[in-house]
């Protein structure tokens, strides 16, 4: 595909439930990130990886957040043990690691835990 | 990280132009600015980044001022698809670790009105 894929849309999980949240990123971007929105938030800056590393962890909000990202594409963003706040719109972005390229998102999953 | 200021919010008739103001004072020699717009319950969406020349593509107009303290995003022709809150991001210097991240403030409410 063309743009930033994340799957699924739309997750309902119960709290206490781990959830796993995907991102294809664009072919050949070496960079991706994850960001999420919580309703009528800003953007908060999760995790950023270049290649399958992730030299920026720092917006990960507590250790039952983790992301991995395999052989320099598909990444996944876990949250165990799911509670009300997490509820938001996970976002994904992939860029070309270069300074000055710009950074395409996808359309998000929203995730609702009840 | 530079930090943006960007005005709350901005009312635009259709039709005319819409130009969207942003300080970076404390902006570094490497570093870019990037306009992103987020257009209610979508992913942001890339518009357009320059470093200190004024750049221009098709969707619109970057104008960066000589000391590089502040820039505008003009919107040549506003239309009501272009309601949207619009961020302006300084990106970091990139490389592996460099921290490629961007940082989303509060951005501009722009409403765009017949």
């Known amino acids: 595909g063309a743009g930033v894929s994340q799957s699924p849309s739309n997750k309902v999980t119960e709290k206490g439930k781990d959830v796993e949240l995907r991102c294809d990123p664009i072919?050949?971007?070496?960079?991706l990130y994850w960001y999420r929105q919580s309703l009528g938030q800003g953007l908060e800056f999760l995790i950023y990886?270049?290649?399958?590393?992730?030299?920026?962890k720092s917006g990960l909000p507590s250790d039952r957040f983790s992301a991995e990202r395999t052989g320099g594409s598909v990444s996944t963003l876990t949250i165990q043990r799911t509670q009300q706040e997490d509820s938001a719109v996970y976002l994904c972005?992939?860029?070309?690691?270069?300074?000055?390229?710009?950074?395409?998102f996808g359309q998000g999953t929203r995730l609702t835990v009840v | 990280d530079a930090k943006t200021t960007q005005p709350p919010s901005m009312d635009c008739a259709e039709g005319r132009a819409a130009n969207l103001p942003c300080n970076h004072s404390t902006i570094s020699g490497n570093e870019y600015v990037y306009w992103y717009r987020q257009i209610h319950s979508q992913g942001p969406q890339y518009i357009i980044h320059g470093l200190k020349n004024n750049e221009t593509n098709e969707m619109a107009s970057l104008i960066i001022t000589e000391d590089r303290k502040s820039s505008t995003l003009i919107l040549p022709h506003a239309t009501l698809r272009d309601t949207a809150v619009y961020y302006c991001?300084?990106?970091?210097?990139?490389?592996?670790?460099?921290?490629?991240?961007?940082?989303f403030g509060t951005g501009t409410q722009l409403k765009v009105e017949l």
């Open positions: 072919s050949g971007h070496t960079a």
């Open positions: 990886f270049q290649g399958n590393s992730a030299p920026d």
């Open positions: 972005a992939s860029s070309f690691g270069r300074l000055g390229t710009e950074a395409f």
């Open positions: 991001i300084v990106r970091p210097g990139g490389g592996a670790g460099g921290g490629n991240k961007l940082t």
